[in-house]
T-cell receptor
């Protein structure tokens, strides 16, 4: 069974609008971490935001925020005020355990920002 | 402050040849990871080092693959007798535990794109 599901293969958003990228996960471990990465066409994976399973508040980093709904096992990424440079692949990833050895990545969502 | 670097960025080789990739992690990071990413997919974990010790290997890492981190700094990933199915992006990441938050965020290099003809 897939541990990370990203149901949106592609998304379009108008410049300056907000967009939500969906991520659901599956784990029985009470301690885990959720991460979002951006991968532009150049190929480098850029860390965006982190949410720990015990964190009480949703994580925010500038224009990025993570809508963490633990009971639903979802960790959606919200990008506010989209910019043309936000066009890229976005991957949700999970680290199981308190200090897991590897990440499990979802299949990704391709975001295209329209002028 | 330098990030994770990988060399080469691109490699084209003929089937059956051996190739070696290098990864230089962020200097204070003791953990190093290798991933493989094929077109349209997310990265898949291959192997993990803590300092010089290789602590975990994925089933994806066949006998033709070997990784080393001899002095706990840079790492190499070698693929022997390459096959067309080995064509992919090979990503390296490094991390260190943040004592304040107990998080362990992986930072990735730009990747090495391998094409096997």
């Amino acid at each position: 069974a897939q541990k990370i599901t990203q149901t949106q293969p592609g998304m379009f958003v108008q410049e300056k609008e907000a967009v939500t990228l969906d991520c659901t996960y599956d784990t029985s471990d009470p301690s885990y971490g959720l991460f979002w990465y951006k991968q532009p066409s150049s190929g480098e994976m850029i860390f965006l935001i982190y949410q720990g399973s015990y964190d009480q508040q949703n994580a925010t980093e500038g224009r990025y925020s993570l809508n963490f709904q633990k009971a639903r096992k979802s960790a959606n990424l919200v990008i506010s005020a989209s910019q043309l440079g936000d066009s890229a692949m976005y991957f949700c990833a999970m680290r199981e355990g308190n200090y897991g050895q590897n990440f499990v990545f979802g299949p990704g969502t391709r975001l295209s920002v329209l002028p | 402050d330098t990030g994770v670097s990988q060399d080469p960025r691109h490699k084209i080789t003929k089937r059956g040849q051996n190739v070696t990739f290098r990864c230089d992690p962020i200097s204070e990071h003791n953990r190093l990871y290798w991933y493989r990413q094929t077109l349209g997919q997310g990265p898949e974990f291959l192997t993990y080092f803590q300092n010089e010790a290789q602590l975990e290997k994925s089933r994806l890492l066949s006998d033709r693959f070997s990784a080393e981190r001899p002095k706990g700094s840079f790492s190499t990933l070698e693929i022997q007798r390459t096959e067309q199915g080995d064509s992919a992006m090979y990503l390296c990441a490094s991390s260190a535990r943040d004592r304040g938050t107990s998080t362990d965020t992986q930072y990735f290099g730009p990747g090495t794109r391998l094409t096997v003809l």
